[in-house]
Nanobody, 122 residues
């Protein structure tokens, strides 16, 4: 069992930065690939970024490449999403999830956090 809790969301102006954190409970955190997804009102929950269980491999959606960076600290059971050069279209609720295998498909994730709101004003 893994419990996830996101933090770090907020209101920021376009061009600004935010750093999201996702704290995990449970001794099996380091065995899971971790991902960030986002969901805007009326839209699907979309893949944003993911990182392998070891932290050696990262994956990004095309629309965040070069702007967002995912990282994890297995000793502290935490995964991060550094978001730079934010745009109004990045506005969404951001969720972290834990997956035993696949990273791109949300249905492959076993656990989710409650989400954190990110709002980017123009």
């Amino acid at each position: 069992q893994v419990q996830l809790a996101e933090s770090g969301g907020g209101l920021v102006q376009a061009g600004g930065s935010l750093r999201l954190s996702c704290a995990a409970s449970g001794r099996t955190f380091s065995t899971y690939h971790m991902g960030w997804f986002r969901q805007a009102p009326g839209k699907e929950r979309d893949f944003v970024a993911a990182i392998s269980s070891s932290g050696r491999t990262t994956y990004y959606a095309d629309f965040v490449k070069g702007r967002f960076t995912i990282a994890r600290n297995n000793a502290e059971n935490t995964v991060y999403l550094q978001m730079n050069s934010l745009k109004p279209e990045d506005t969404a609720v951001y969720y972290c999830g834990a997956s035993p295998q696949s990273v791109y498909l949300r249905q492959e994730y076993d656990y989710w956090g409650q989400g954190t709101q990110v709002t980017v004003s123009s």
